[in-house]
């Protein structure tokens, strides 16, 4: 089992600190899952348990610069390993003017991602920083518990206001209540709402658009035949909805989130080589 990566350009090399960083802000500790050609970063809190989960997913090809890898075996050629998000993410603050970072699985005591930070200096020689970042190795018999979430069968699916708006809504009624409403239709209106005993506030967004859900076997979402005024709404936990605010440093192009009713809200966030998705659950 090997891997090790480089990257060299700087645009590529923020923008991998970026996603790292968000990924930290929703998750303590996450799954890397390494294969030939994309990179994943896995959460599954088992949603059953009210957890959130998360599946973010990026080309390789797109911000490395090398990026060679050997799996577990022959036809399981990837690699599943258990880190700290934070950690990457802080190892990676020490590269914003870096000429290359390598990226190498080591095993020196324990399993360890190596991140050697190659800086600028002055003299002819380069100052290398290198950090040792823990990891879990996961097992192949334990692999199928991060397979890929599948979509839900939902009632809406929505296009997101801006984030920063929706952001700042959030913020101000996170002081009043642990739960907001999120409500939709398939009129491109949503509802972010919370009531407690002494206040209930609601913000009210309009012409958002809903994605057109070509599905192939034409059952995709149960949203077909639905009347488009009537709202799909959610109740969940404020906290997770803005840590997922909170952490975006993606700059998504394209911002969605797909309700099943009173079960569970399904964000997707896009942008060219990053999708990030994340999951969650309703609170009965």
């Not at 090809?61 to 690699?79: P, S």
């Not at 000429?99 to 020689?125: D, F, G, W, Y």
Request: glycine share 4%; hydrophobic share 45%.
């Amino acid at each position: 089992m090997r891997f090790r990566a480089k990257i060299v350009d700087l645009a590529c090399l923020n923008h991998f600190s970026r996603i790292i960083n968000t990924i930290a802000k929703l998750a303590k500790t996450c799954i890397l899952r390494l294969t030939i050609f994309k990179l994943y970063f896995i959460l599954s809190d088992k949603v059953a348990n009210g957890g959130a989960s998360m599946w973010c997913e990026l080309t390789q090809g797109n911000f490395f610069d090398e990026f060679q890898m050997e799996g577990v075996a022959a036809e399981h050629n990837e690699i599943y390993l258990e880190l700290v998000p934070e950690n990457l993410s802080r190892a990676l603050k020490t590269a914003q003017s870096a000429n290359a970072v390598k990226i190498k699985l080591t095993n020196k005591h324990c399993p360890c991602l190596r991140v050697a930070v190659e800086l600028p200096s002055l003299s002819s020689s380069s100052r290398i920083v290198t950090h040792d970042i823990p990891v879990g190795v996961i097992p192949r018999r334990m692999w199928n518990d991060f397979r890929e979430p599948s979509v839900p069968d939902f009632d809406v699916s929505i296009y997101l206001p801006v984030l920063k708006t929706m952001k700042s809504v959030v913020e101000r009624m996170k002081n009043l209540s642990n739960f907001i409403v999120i409500e939709a239709n398939l009129s491109g209106e949503m509802n972010l709402k919370i009531e407690t005993d002494l206040v209930s506030v609601a913000t009210h967004f309009k012409d958002l658009g809903n994605p057109s859900w070509a599905s192939e076997d034409g059952c995709q979402s149960s949203s077909q035949g639905r009347d488009l005024e009537s709202m799909a709404e959610a109740c969940i936990d404020i906290k997770k909805l803005q840590q997922l605010l909170a952490g975006q440093q993606v700059n998504p192009t394209k911002a969605l989130c797909n309700i099943v009713h009173r079960r569970i809200v399904h964000f997707i966030l896009l942008h060219e080589e990053v999708s990030l998705q994340y999951f969650i659950p309703a609170i009965a």
